[in-house]
């Protein structure tokens, strides 16, 4: 088995997966991408329950902000951008008083 190399070539990596669909996703970007999901899921739950400086708050910043930066790495920027939208308007509209 050969270990991984970022420098390898991959015929998806620069291609835009989100105007072509999740086929167009390396293993490798689509783990990444569903790993900072799931992160910024987890954000959402834990900051309901601690306080922000809470140190498993903190440790999922950076988990999260690990993984940002693999996605970017790996040619997924925008899209883990998108989930950042995506997870912060949610965060929005769970926070609005009812009228």
């Known amino acids: 088995m050969m270990p991984f190399n970022s420098n390898s070539q991959d015929p998806n990596r620069n291609q835009p997966a989100s105007s072509t669909g999740v086929g167009a996703y390396s293993p490798v970007q ?16 834990w900051l309901d329950r601690l306080p922000p400086d809470d140190w498993r708050v903190r440790l999922l910043h950076k988990s999260i902000y690990s993984s940002f930066r693999d996605c970017l790495e790996l040619g997924v920027g925008e899209d883990a951008r998108n989930l950042f939208e995506q997870y912060s308007s949610r965060a929005a509209e769970m926070r609005r008083p009812e009228d």
């Open 30 to 45: 689509l783990l990444f991408l569903m790993r900072l999901a799931r992160l910024l899921r987890e954000r959402q739950e």
